[in-house]
């Protein structure tokens, strides 16, 4: 079965946290289930999932502890913090939660960054501009 | 020869004359020569005494705050405390920012989360920002100008100023970029809506 993010659902509180799908309802629903993340066995629609590369190897309708041993031996919670996709979640989340004072730090720090960049930038320039004469 | 009537609040007078009357009784205190000839209910007493605005949770002393109106909008400064009318004595420090100790009210104030450790200030109350009126002139001087020439800022503020920075200053130079932070004004970015932004 597939690993899968729970996207904008229903349930707010689930936003974003690591389930696996367990068996197929209908056209529009899945039994899903994340013992792993804190998410109860739930019907769910598609629209609300969004998929990851990962799979655990479960038979359909496996129960919660079938699916929890499957998953800790396929270390999925690991692989998956160290994908860029979850980084990037994981920056978005922190750069809405920046305080004003943050923010200013940040500022600075991209001004110091891009000038070093710039600093670079205009040697290979003047460079270039010399060799071409 | 006067004597009080017992049960009631007049003296028994004697008077001479045959067709006066021996005695009669005089009141001890006088009626009034006039009285208004309505009845007016008079208000009841009031008694209450006002307390200062609720400070909202967000404001303490020390607290950093972005100013949202006036020459200074857009400015970071730190609060001192809230004054007994419910103002907030806020300073830039003047130091930083050019922002002298003011009175500002907290609907026009955002509050960060940024705080700073502020040490024990001068007392300081409502009565030093009070306005000082003209004296008034009479008919004979009302086209001649008199006033002497007063400094703009009173002397006393300016030396409450600098103490107030000397102490403030130093605490704000511990937290690295504090300063350069209160510097800088605050503006909104295209992509920048403060209803989603965390102060």
């Known amino acids: ?133 | 020869k006067t004597k009080q009537v017992h049960g009631s609040s007049g003296i028994n007078a004697e008077y001479g004359g045959e067709k006066n009357g021996s005695t009669r009784e005089v009141p001890l205190q006088k009626q009034p020569r006039f009285y208004p000839t309505v009845d007016n209910k008079k208000p009841l007493n009031n008694r209450r005494t006002p307390k200062p605005t609720k400070l909202r949770s967000s404001i303490s002393p020390g607290s950093v705050v972005i100013l949202l109106a006036g020459v200074h909008r857009g400015k970071r400064v730190v609060v001192l405390k809230q004054l007994p009318s419910g103002l907030l004595l806020v300073s830039g420090p003047y130091k930083i920012n050019g922002v002298p100790l003011r009175r500002v009210d907290q609907a026009y104030v955002i509050a960060t989360s940024t705080k700073i450790d502020l040490p024990a200030l001068p007392e300081i109350g409502d009565a030093i920002f009070k306005r000082k009126g003209k004296p008034t002139k009479n008919e004979k001087e009302m086209f001649i100008d008199n006033t002497p020439e007063e400094p703009k800022i009173s002397p006393e503020k300016v030396a409450l100023q600098k103490e107030v920075d000397a102490l403030v200053v130093p605490v704000v130079k511990k937290t690295p970029m504090l300063q350069s932070y209160l510097k800088s004004r605050f503006t909104l970015t295209k992509g920048q809506y403060p209803h989603e932004m965390k102060f």
Request: aromatic residues 6%; hydrophobic residues 40%.
């Open chain 1, 1 to 133: 079965a597939v690993v899968s993010t729970q996207s904008t659902g229903a349930h707010g509180d689930d936003k974003g946290k690591l389930v696996a799908i367990v068996d197929v309802i209908d056209q529009n629903r899945a039994l899903v289930d994340g013992p792993c993340s804190g998410v109860g066995r739930k019907d769910i629609n598609f629209k609300a999932l969004h998929l990851t590369p990962f799979t655990i190897p479960i038979a359909h309708s496996a129960r919660s502890g079938a699916v929890r041993k499957a998953w800790e031996k396929a270390e999925v919670t690991k692989k998956w913090s160290e994908s860029t996709w979850a980084k990037k979640l994981a920056s978005r989340e922190k750069r809405s939660q920046l305080s004003d004072f943050d923010r200013f730090k940040l500022m600075k720090a991209k001004q110091a960054r891009n000038r070093i960049i710039n600093i670079e930038f205009g040697k290979l320039r003047n460079a270039a501009r010399k060799a071409k004469k």
